[in-house]
């Protein structure tokens, strides 16, 4: 019997019916890209118990991904330092269209729309002048580069809208790589990562930097909460003897907040937190350290550390219904409550960095 996936997946593909929307196949819940034990790579649509609800295929290792705010349509990006991205149609399987960075760029592995879905905005390392850019694509027109505007500061890596508006925060991470050297950093000595604030008319509208005692620590990734709040994850590109804190909260137009678990717990991270997110009531927000095996959880509003799951090669995180949801290389999908782990489900695949919620 015809599902209503794959019968609305026939009209879209011949073009009979309107593009689906993510409720017409399903609602899934996150999207995530992962390794298959043959070599290849696809990216998933998630059920929000971790069944995989479609894969389709990529062309390469994947990072994250854009989720359109209303069509069913996602954009893949490659792993940094890379320069191509693919537009899926998530009902059909269609690749609607292929991105590739100008030449002297490359994508730094997240992008996010503007409120409507029209534009797509994406981080790019300019590596010839050592600058950050945000690329602007146009959705109508097949995804045609149409301008960019300058990301505030080095290396910007991640993204996201502020909500109800189309004003944006960029994690600038302050690494400068050139494709040459892969991902080894090329600016350590003068390295100064930032949050800047940006809308598309007025460009860049705030800089918050850290201590410049904390200069080398990375501002990689970002969550949002629904009151505006920002926390940051940062990994740190100094003495590894060192250990300063990996988790930010900040507020446009206010001063940012560090957070740090206890000592031993803090050090078993290993200077290094893969992703974070806020819990769906926005009282808690959690960090993940693929290189720790440890997702560490703290209270939003007090800044206190409130517990830790071991999980060996966890870094994909976000918002699950009773606490948070993890990914792992391993191929596990783990929800997380305030007592542990609430159920796993087991995958034969290898989970990439990020998961990323719809």
């Known amino acids: 019997m015809t599902t209503r996936r ?17 409720a017409d196949i399903g609602n899934p819940a996150y999207l995530s890209a992962a390794k298959m034990r043959d070599g290849s790579y696809r990216l998933f649509g998630l059920a929000a118990n971790g ?7 990529l062309q390469g290792r994947g990072h994250a991904a854009a989720a359109h705010p209303h069509r069913a349509e996602a954009v893949a990006f490659a792993r940094r330092p890379g320069t191509f991205a693919r537009v899926i149609d998530c009902a059909s399987g269609q690749v609607l269209a292929e991105m590739h960075t100008p030449e002297g760029r490359h994508f730094m592995g997240h992008g996010v729309f503007t ?21 602007i694509w146009d959705r109508a ?3 045609r580069r149409v301008g960019e505007i300058a990301s505030g500061g080095v290396g910007p ?10 004003r944006f925060v960029v994690a600038n991470g302050g690494i400068d790589p050139h494709p040459e050297s892969g991902r080894t950093p090329l600016n350590l000595p003068t390295m100064r990562a930032n949050l800047a604030v940006l809308d598309l008319n007025r460009g860049v509208t705030e800089i918050t930097e850290l201590d410049i005692l904390l200069r080398l620590n990375s501002i990689r990734h970002l969550a949002l909460r629904a009151d505006g709040m920002v926390g940051f ?17 900040y507020r446009p ?9 206890p000592e031993a717990l803090h050090r078993d991270m290993n200077n290094y937190a893969g992703s974070i997110a806020f819990s769906t009531d926005g009282r808690q927000i959690a960090i993940s350290s693929p290189r720790g095996g440890m997702v560490q959880v703290f209270d939003a509003a007090s800044g206190d550390f409130a517990t830790h799951l071991d999980e060996p090669d966890v870094c994909g995180l976000n918002a699950g219904e009773n606490g948070f949801v993890a990914t792992a290389g391993s191929g596990r999908i783990i929800r997380y409550g305030a007592a542990g782990a609430i159920a796993v489900s087991e995958h034969a695949v290898a989970w990439d960095n990020h998961l990323v919620a719809l």
Not at 51 to 57: D, E, I, V
Not at 157 to 166: A, F, K
């Open 6 to 22: 794959g019968f609305l997946a026939g009209l879209v593909a011949t073009g009979i019916a309107p593009q689906a929307s993510w």
């Open 51 to 57: 069944r995989a609800l479609f894969s389709l295929p």
């Open 115 to 135: 409120a409507d879905g029209s534009l797509l905005l994406t981080p790019e390392n300019d590596y010839e002048q050592g600058v950050g850019r945000i690329g």
């Open 141 to 143: 027109k097949g995804y």
């Open 157 to 166: 890596h991640d993204i996201l809208r502020l909500p109800g508006s189309d």
């Open 233 to 249: 994850a940062m990994q740190w590109q100094g003495n590894g003897a060192d250990a300063p804190p990996l988790l930010g909260l």
């Open 253 to 261: 137009g206010e001063a940012s907040r560090l957070l740090q678990a």
